[in-house]
């Protein structure tokens, strides 16, 4: 994306720009339309029929019904959510959860307070890729473990996680299975159905929502505690007044997405690859982070040895992007991802992510690679 600054756009992992046809449909919901969707009379009744419409287009992008669908604030109260919900309704049953050491924040946050209040929390190592084997679950999970989350694409490396074979394993061992699938919905096909998840949370601003959206589906039948207690929103799940705007905005973004979804995954797939064989020409030292694995096709995760991440964002003004490794260099401490991974620590402090989007063409990522090789040449001969 060309910013109007001049700045090209290269960080859609951290969010994504509204899309037109998406504020188009949000507008109304501001002026005319500002109602509250359980008021009785006419402008009340219009909202509430636009949320079940929004509500509709949520569920046909992940294939479910839309009385599974609850609207949230985003991912991350979504994930709350989910793992909070489900340690307060199973406790009886056992206090065990499983997630991977791979995991958002957004997770790992959550089950390090409920480790606090009593909760086992086993921690799924993975392989060189990033990704997550089935053996290392099956040898984990017990009779007492009443929870598995494991986030369907990484953040930072694009990985994609075999959900299906460990929502199986969790299942089979009497285990509610949950994955946040906050980097994959838009962008590859997510099928609760196919994925065979009980939970699945959504965050509307990466798949060009606003940002203060989101959703989680919960599977028919799968009973979890609120986080949220009020009146009687959202089927009683989730208390408080609809925000009527965005949920139209991200029903509208999960439309579009639906529509998009094939064509948009082979377009940035190959802007993405062209780039990666443009930068390993280049650098032909560099490492490609879950370059062997199945990955989200618009997600570049690159290493350098000699370089730390932080030096080469310094001296990239005209493109947006970001240090894959989250790395700090007062600490000296990398990504706990690529720390997972057994990456060593110089390349995990040299490593950047690009991730393309929609409103980046050819011409664009063509651009953005000259100036990367070239500012990145730079840096490796001082």
Known sequence: MLLANGNIYLDYNATTPIDPMVFEAMEPFYHSHFGNASSNHSLGKYNRQAIDFAREQVAGLLGCQPEEIIFTSGGSESNNMALKGIASSRSSQGQHIIVSQVEHPAILNVVQYLQRGGFRITYLPVDGQGVVRADDLEEIITSKTILVSVMHANNEIGSIQPINELAEIAHAAGAVFHTDAAQSVGKIPVDVSDLGCDLLSVAGHKLYAPKGVGAIYIKGGVNLEPLIHGANHENGMRAGTENVAQIVG?????????????????????????????????????????????????????????????????????????????????????????????????????????????????????????????????????
């Not at 999960?254 to 064989?277: F, P, V, Y």
């Open 250 to 382: 991200l029903g509208m973004a999960a439309e579009i997405a639906s529509q998009k979804l094939e064509s948009e995954r082979l377009r940035l797939q190959n802007l993405r690859d062209r780039l990666q064989a443009s930068l390993k020409q280049a650098f032909p030292e560099i490492r490609v982070n879950a370059g062997n694995t199945q990955r989200l096709p618009n997600t570049l995760s690159v290493s350098f040895a000699q370089l730390n991440a932080l030096d080469i964002l310094a001296n990239l003004d005209e493109v947006m992007l970001s240090a894959g490794a989250a790395c700090h260099s007062a600490d000296g401490k990398g990504s706990g991802v690529l720390e997972s991974m057994h990456i060593p620590l110089n390349y995990q402090l040299g490593t950047i992510r690009i991730s393309l989007g929609r409103f980046c063409d050819e011409a664009l990522v063509q651009q953005a690679s000259v100036i990367l090789i070239k500012r990145i040449s730079q840096l490796l001969q001082q």
